[in-house]
Nanobody, 119 residues
């Protein structure tokens, strides 16, 4: 059974940084891609960043325009972890952040972690 557990969400001031982690219960090499989504109150869930596996693109990354140049995504196969480094955070980055993994066209989701950017 695949489980994804996110951590790292917190309250941070504008301009600050946070690092989110997503630990999988299985080898992340089994996923064709992994990504981070977010959902703000009253808004639809949106893709923030994603990264492909070594076997399906060799770590190709994607970032939403709103986070380009501020966020990075990385994969650590030894720890079965995908992380999202978020820098220069803005109030509009406030949302619940979810980890998603895709394997054989089936998507798996974590429970989410709250990120609040406020002074």
């Amino acid at each position: 059974q695949v489980q994804l557990v996110e951590s790292g969400g917190d309250l941070v001031q504008p301009g600050g940084s946070l690092r989110l982690s997503c630990v999988a219960s299985v080898s992340i090499s089994s996923f064709s891609s992994m990504g981070w989504y977010r959902q703000a109150p009253g808004k639809q869930r949106e893709l923030v960043a994603s990264i492909t596996s070594d076997s399906t693109g060799g770590g190709v990354t994607y970032f939403a325009d709103s986070v380009k140049g501020r966020f990075t995504i990385a994969r650590d196969s030894a720890k079965n972890t995908v992380s999202l480094q978020m820098n220069r955070l803005k109030p509009e980055d406030t949302a619940v952040y979810y980890c998603r993994a895709l394997r054989n066209y089936v998507a798996y989701w974590g429970q989410g972690t709250q990120v609040t950017v406020s002074s």
